[in-house]
């Protein structure tokens, strides 16, 4: 990658990140890019060096948040997947949840 790439890459990460960390239902956010992005959960999940059952467990929110950290390694793995290894693009689109649904507590 180039370091226009990079800084494509690291815009489009980061608008990804906000719309799970913001989102009312951030595993079904993860859920939605993994499908979205055309990676298998055993493919994500082999990359991060974890099973497919705690991946598994992640996105169906059967285990607490996996933090900040976790959701980084998520979604750089899943980009690696999809650029690198040319699975397919994904279409532009917003995530499932409306913007309006995101409250932003301000106090």
């Known amino acids: 990658m180039s370091n226009s ?3 494509t890459a690291s815009d489009e990460l980061t608008w990804i ?3 799970v960390v ?3 239902n951030p595993p079904l956010q993860l859920k939605h890019w993994r499908k979205k992005f055309g990676v298998k959960q055993a493919d994500l999940a082999k990359r991060m060096a974890i099973t497919a059952s705690v991946l598994s467990d992640y996105e ?3 285990r607490p ?3 900040a950290n976790f959701i980084k ?3 750089q793995s899943l980009y690696y997947l999809a650029r690198v290894e040319g699975r397919k693009e994904p279409e ?3 995530a499932p ?3 309006d649904a995101v409250t932003i507590n301000q106090s």
């Open 5 to 7: 790439d990079n800084g």
């Open 17 to 19: 990140a906000g719309s």
């Open 22 to 24: 913001l989102s009312d």
């Open 60 to 62: 169906k929110g059967r």
């Open 65 to 67: 948040s996996p933090g």
């Open 73 to 75: 390694r998520y979604l």
């Open 92 to 94: 532009p689109e917003v």
């Open 97 to 99: 949840i409306a913007p």
